[in-house]
C-alpha cells in the first residue's frame, strides 16, 4: 500500500512522498522511515560501543576524533546559551539529538531513495523529533519556575511562540532533507550517458546539506533550552528583588 503520493513529472514516473506501509496494533505506519531510523539508530549506537571500547588518550583513532569535536562543539555551545553547570544534562541530550540527524540525513547518499528514502524526509520522524525537544524544553521550565511558566502564556504571542518552534524545527529540517530526494528523482531521468555527473555532484551536496540541518536543528535545540532556563532564571531574580 503506498500512501502520500505527490507526482511530479506526468508519465515520467517521479513522485515525492510514497511509502511502503504496513499496520502496527492497528495503525497504518511508514515502514520505511522505520526501518530508515533503525538503520541510523543502530549506527550511532555500534559507532558509540565502538568509540568507548578502544578510546584513547595518547592514539584516538579518526572516529573517536569526530565523535570528540563534535561532543566539544556542543559543550561550546551549551556554555555560551546557559552553561555547563547550570544544565549538564543538556549537552548529552543534544550530542545524541545531532548524531541521530546526521545519520539519518546521510543515508541520503545511498542509492536507495526508491525504497529506502532518508527518514527526516518524513514529517512524521521531524515533527516526533522537534516534539521530543519541545516536551524537554518546556519540562525543564516548569521544573525550574512553573508560575513564571505558565504565566507568560498570559500573552497570546507566547503561545504562538511556543507553537511556531516545534513546527520550524519539524519543517525546516523535513524540506531541506526532501528538497534533497526531489532533486534525485529528477536527475535520474536523465540518460544514462549524462546523468552520473549531476548525481555525484548532488550526492556530495546532500552529505553537505545532511550536516548542515544536523547543526542547525542541534543549535536550536540548545538556543531553546538556554532561552527556558535563563529566561526563567532572570524572572525568578526579578521576583526575589
Known sequence: MVSGNIVLAAGGGVSVGEHWTGSIFGMSVNLDTIVATLI??????????????????????KVQLAFETTKDAIEDQVEQSLGIRTAPWVVPFAFAIALMILFCNLLAILPTEEVLPPPTADTNLTFALSLVVMLCVWFTAIKRNPGHFFGEFKNPLAIIEEIVKPLSLALRLFGNVLSGVIMIQVIVLLPIYVFWVPFTIWKLFDIFIGVLQAVIFTVLTIVYFGQAVVNEDVKAAEGAH
Open 40 to 61: 541510523a539508530g543502530a549506527i550511532v549506537i555500534g559507532l558509540g560501543l565502538y568509540v568507548a571500547r578502544g578510546a584513547s588518550v595518547g592514539r584516538p583513532t
